[in-house]
């Protein structure tokens, strides 16, 4: 396969003097799995970005990357994408389309393969990653796991040589990781993908690595096997790199010193031969080598940095646990999400006691985070209740009860609601009853080192940050308890480290820390009490010692080496024994385009065979000879059939869409002549939708903005429910559309607002009514992006809110449409035109008012919003007007 | 599920089908075409899935059509024959036959609409435009993608932000407004944050380096074509009938005698039939199954 030289890159952002990269130099032979590792901020998202030449970012760039021995900049557009695969960090935000088989078909259509090709590449790969089952599924109905092995699968269908991965483990559970990295394995081992992944967490991924790179301010620091990686990290003694090395190997270098170096075992599997060579038994020498993980914070300044930590702390705990005053107790709780529905929360009992640090475990769906929310108060129980020192949780006044208790969610963009920093801690502290908001939001950004980003919109925080800034309203009213959920996930060793220290902070300061974590380091390092929730019940509620020592899965890898058992079957999948796959050599094969082209149109052919073949009842296995085979009369018609296909196939559609539409038009006129009302409105609303989709088709869009257009349809259908619970016809879907016709023009105004109403009514119901709401909201996004372009309300309230009001009616109005011209078909009176829309008229006041209200209060915010967002990727306006640079 | 018939058939044939059934619905304005219509309708909903979706919708959707049987000789003073008074209100018969029929094809409409839902899946609505307008289409996929995502995002963050202040469920009607729109304002920064992502993962999948295929699950087949000409030659009938005026009454001023004549049945029994035809192949493969077991 591939093989990827890199030559002295340096690279410097535009706009920056400091470089990204320097001078990095490697290569990656072909077949080898190489790992990137790295501090955040050390240039690996930038080094992989500038391998993918579609996504490289702008800037001074010096020195080459090659592939196979031909620069990337000179591979033609279409072989480079197809050359280079990328599966990048978020399972979610990868997903294109809606169902599984849509999102694996996407990458091939957009390559071009031919019909009969894909189908086949489809069924080898989705029979190896298992996702057969799955195709008809929409992707949001996916664990995150499963969503990143299909953007795993999504990628390799169109066969790249190369596969880059931009720490695609870094939002999975570790269940899901171990799997995705043994699906990894499996196609390096097996079928020779090459690979080059970034990652922070080693521990799985060195037993399978050939090549380790290690970057450290843009520069490469090692480059070579990983057993050479860890002499080398361990001989310099640095600890933002000693960070990078396993549990378990960690501790067998400090156990065995040089004895282990010389052959540094990766996993635990190997730790433990060493300890039966050396003769030390593992469940013996575990507790009391005062083994409690290799908290970075440990590593960095050495035992004596942390203060309550290790053995004494938890013997100190564990002893004093029962004497805590209970802070925070569930009783008897029963939870379901909705009637029909089985109990998540099934009749839980658990007390807190003050200045705890708890880690709640379990599995996947076992309810963790309903378990947080209903202590937090954000959800309330059916049955039983949750009590803060004494008093129902549900009876506080919201102020009161987020100042008592913090509630961190998982992912901290959900507490984010202001433009800047500063704005969200100013808002938290005044809600949480601070006296002095302002000064209090310092003392938070000086707390939580945030001081230099208050400035920032929230959304342009790296990770940590994030979870700093989240963090820091949880607690701005310093709450007696604070409950997060999973606040490990997706950190790199440092921010994890810095986010471990400042928990320890608050809970030396007295705090009750609840953290529900799939983190097993993380719990055996910090907490001073676990328990594990199964079947919506505390399964387990002991201090972390005990309960460590009693668990079999729910073990950190030093513990699985204490343990002496477990975890044999590590890397089985590299036995082999899968030589012989479905697809044969074919993977192999990158320069048989034309080979493979002909399996594809032969594939296609016999489609159409096995169509005619099973008609007759006969086994469809020779099906292209069997039209040949099969005489008389059956068989000329299917002959004859295939031909009308493939005419029709070759014919472009708007040869025939468009003498359709003339026709249908012309028959709306007769109709309407005739008195047939009903379809005479329905002609006419159909040719109105016709311009606008034809000129939307006359290009080929980009990707930004189509992604840009379908978040807003999406948003604008999203918006037709919640608000319609307060007042029917009160929604801010004509609102969202107005805004974004000001903001991107006329014409994604159109396509935003009739698409709103297409898609939306895929959820709701489609209807007679789908095509009239299709032009009304297209309408308005459409008139409001002619008026914008005008220049007459920029950011201008009083015009804007005022077609929002004469919308609000419009709407309405062609709604009415259909029923007025029949009014006016039967009795050519206006008068009982009029009447039908006074009949409407109390509706279409709300709307009106909605958008009014809506427009006046929010439109000049969302307009900022969509702006920033329009300017920081120039995304092409109307006619290509500002210059679309990526597209 | 798919595999057998009416919904076996190609998306362009349901399409025919439905826009068909629709533009004639509309285009004969006689009660007994439309009462025709309107039980072979009923037929096939039962033949396609028992008549579950029909009883779900029928309750929301009758009231509406009852209304507008009964509005429209409140409204319209037309007509020859005046047939009784509400009050100084002159009821025509006219008025009451017409409102009645326009309802029968409203209702007729909202029938199709319903077992529109259940065939045709909105995979098949996007097979069939992904190539007509592949950009539109495009959007709509992902959209229909994003909105379940959505949906659960903005519960999601509904649930957190009550810990801000922000919420829906209490206070004035004007701030829970507000309070909502914060909320989808903060997903839409967040949505949109992530469509640059998504944009870039489709570059990154070749987006935009030329000319695109269609990936299709669908494949017409011989049945397809069959059933294509078949509804074609029908639709071409009605048309004929229509143009001479068969399967059209005339309300309007005298109320002529409702009874169809010759050129309504032939209308009638045209327009039944096409009305009909998914039962052909919901028979079709039923009795595959019987014969088969």
């Known amino acids: ?887 | 599920m798919d595999a057998f018939g009416f919904r076996s058939l190609h998306p362009a044939v349901l399409l025919v089908y439905y826009a068909g059934g629709m533009t004639f619905g509309m285009l004969f304005f006689h009660p007994a075409v439309l009462l025709a219509g309107l039980a072979a309708n009923a037929a096939v909903h039962a033949a396609v899935d028992g008549g579950r979706e029909l009883r779900k919708w029928l309750k929301f959707l009758l009231p509406g059509v009852l209304l507008l049987a009964a509005v429209n000789p409140l409204l319209v003073r037309q007509g020859a024959t005046v047939w009784f008074y509400i009050g100084s209100l002159s009821i025509t018969k006219e008025a009451v036959v017409y409102g009645v029929t326009l309802a029968a094809a409203v209702l007729h409409m909202m029938l199709f609409a319903v077992s529109y839902r259940v065939v045709f899946s909105g995979e098949k609505f996007l097979h069939l435009f992904a190539r007509w307008a592949p950009n539109a289409a495009l959007v709509a996929m992902m959209a229909i993608g994003l909105v379940p995502r959505m949906r659960r995002r903005l519960a999601e963050l509904a649930l957190v932000q009550q810990t801000r202040g922000v919420t829906v469920s209490s206070g004035p009607l004007r701030l829970r407004a507000a309070s909502g729109l914060k909320l989808v304002w903060s997903l839409a920064g967040w949505s949109l944050e992530d469509a640059l992502r998504t944009a870039d993962s489709m570059r990154a999948r070749g987006y935009g380096t030329g000319p695109r295929s269609a990936y299709r699950r669908f494949s017409p087949r011989l049945r397809d074509g069959l059933s294509g000409i078949l509804l074609a030659a029908v639709a071409a009938a009605m048309l004929w009938c229509w143009m001479k005026g068969y399967g059209l009454l005339r309300v309007y001023p005298r109320l002529p005698d409702p009874a169809p004549d010759k050129g309504d049945w032939i209308a009638l029994a045209l327009y039944a039939a096409f009305v009909a035809f998914p039962l052909l192949w919901e028979w079709r493969d039923r009795a595959a199954w019987r014969t088969l077991r």
């Open chain 1, 1 to 887: 396969m591939a093989h990827l030289e890199v030559k002295g890159l340096t690279f410097a952002y535009a706009g920056s003097a400091e470089p990204a990269l320097r001078n990095v130099t490697f290569e990656v032979r072909p077949g080898e799995l190489a790992v990137l590792c790295g501090a955040t901020g050390s240039g690996k998202t930038t080094l992989l970005r500038l391998i993918k030449r579609e996504l490289a970012p702008g800037g001074v760039l010096n020195g080459d990357i090659l592939l196979d021995g031909v620069p990337i900049r000179n591979w033609n557009p279409r072989q480079a994408a197809a050359a280079v695969g990328l599966v990048m960090q978020d399972p979610e935000n990868q997903l294109a389309t809606d169902t599984v088989e849509h999102e694996l078909a996407f990458g091939m259509e957009n390559f071009g393969f031919p019909r009969g090709e894909m189908r086949r590449r489809l069924a080898e790969l989705a029979g190896f990653f298992g996702l057969e089952p799955l195709l008809e599924k929409p992707l949001e109905e996916l664990s995150g796991g499963r969503k990143q092995a299909v953007n795993l699968a999504a990628v390799l269908l169109c066969r790249p040589r190369l596969l880059l991965m931009d720490e695609p483990l870094a939002q999975l559970d570790p269940q899901a990781a171990r799997e995705l990295i043994g699906l990894i394995r499996r196609l390096n081992e097996e079928r020779g993908v090459t690979v080059l992944m970034s990652e922070h967490r080693l521990d799985e991924l060195l037993p399978a690595a050939d090549r380790v790179i290690l970057l450290e301010a843009g520069g490469v620091a090692f480059n070579g096997p990983p057993a050479d990686f860890i002499r080398a990290v361990w001989r310099s003694g640095d600890p933002g790199r000693l960070m990078f090395l396993p549990a378990a190997t960690a501790w067998a270098l400090r156990r065995f010193g040089d004895e282990a170096l010389a052959d540094p075992p990766l996993d635990v599997k190997a730790v433990r031969r060493i300890c039966l060579t050396e003769g030390v038994a593992g469940s013996r020498m575990y507790p009391a080598e005062g083994l409690t993980g290799p908290a970075p914070g440990e590593m960095r300044e050495g035992n004596s940095g942390s203060p309550r930590h290790g053995a004494e702390r938890r013997a100190e705990e564990g002893n004093g646990r029962r004497r805590k005053e209970p802070l925070l107790s569930a009783q008897g709780v029963f939870f379901a999400y909705s009637r029909g529905e089985p109990a998540v929360i099934r009749g839980l009992d658990w007390t807190l006691g003050r200045g705890e640090f708890v880690a709640l475990l379990g599995a996947n769906g076992s309810g963790k985070s309903t378990l947080l929310q209903l202590l937090a108060g954000l959800r309330r129980p059916q049955r039983g209740d949750v009590r803060l020192a004494g008093v129902p949780v549900h009876r506080l006044p919201a102020g009161t009860r987020t100042a008592r208790i913090g509630y961190l969610a998982q992912n901290p963009l959900l507490h984010f609601v202001h433009e800047t920093v500063r704005e969200e801690l100013i808002h938290a502290a005044a809600f949480t009853g601070a006296a002095d908001p302002e000064e209090e939001a310092l003392r938070l950004a000086r707390r939580f080192d945030l001081e230099h980003l208050l400035e920032r919109h929230p959304h342009d925080l790296s990770g940590g940050e994030r979870q700093r800034a989240a963090l820091a309203i949880a607690v701005a009213g310093r709450p007696d308890v604070l409950l997060l959920d999973e606040p490990t996930k997706g950190l790199d060793p440092f921010a994890k480290a810095k986010l471990a220290d400042e928990l320890r902070r608050l809970n030396g300061e007295g705090m009750t820390l609840v953290a529900a974590t799939h983190d097993v380091e993380f719990a055996e390092a910090h907490a001073s009490r676990c328990a594990l929730l199964f079947r919506g019940e505390i399964a387990a509620d002991e201090p972390a010692e005990t309960f460590f020592r009693g668990n079999f899965f729910y073990v950190s890898p030093l513990r699985r080496l204490a343990d002496g058992r477990g975890e044999e079957s590590r890397g089985s999948g590299s036995d082999g024994g899968f030589g012989d796959g479905p697809d044969g050599g074919t993977t192999s094969g990158t320069g048989d385009e034309t080979e493979s082209g002909t399996v594809g149109r032969q594939n296609g052919g016999s489609d159409n065979g096995t169509a005619a073949g099973r008609a007759v009842g006969a086994d469809a296995a020779s099906a292209d000879s069997r039209p040949k085979a099969g005489a008389g009369a059956a068989g000329a018609v299917r002959a004859g059939w295939r031909n009308v296909l493939a005419l029709f196939r070759r014919m472009p559609a708007h040869l025939w869409m468009i003498p359709a539409a003339v026709a249908y038009a012309a028959l709306g006129v007769m109709a309407f002549r005739r008195g047939a009302s009903l379809l005479a409105g329905f002609a006419m609303v159909f040719l109105a939708l016709v311009p606008f989709y034809a000129r939307y088709e006359r290009k080929m869009r980009g990707a930004r903005e189509l992604a840009l257009v379908a978040v807003l349809a999406a948003l604008a259908s999203v918006g037709r429910v919640p608000f319609a619970l307060l007042l029917p016809s009160f929604t801010p879907v004509t609102f969202i559309v107005m805004v974004t016709g000001v903001v991107f023009g006329a014409e994604a105004g159109f396509i935003a607002g009739s698409m709103s109403a297409l898609v939306s009514n895929f959820f709701l119901g489609q209807g007679p009514w789908t095509p009239w709401q299709m032009f009304a909201w297209g309408m308005a996004g459409y008139t409001a992006g002619l008026l914008a372009r005008g220049g007459l309300f920029w950011r201008k309230r009083a015009p804007l809110a005022a077609l929002g009001l004469v919308w609000g009616f419009l709407y309405g109005w062609i709604l009415n449409a259909s029923i007025a011209i029949d009014q006016w078909a039967q009795t050519k009176s206006w008068a009982n035109v009029l009447a039908v829309y006074a009949a409407g008229l109390p509706f279409d006041a709300i709307h009106a008012a909605a958008n009014v209200f809506f427009l006046a209060l929010f439109g000049p915010a969302w307009i900022r919003l969509l702006e920033r967002y329009r300017d920081k990727y120039s995304v092409p306006v109307d006619d290509g007007t500002l210059a679309a640079r990526n597209l």
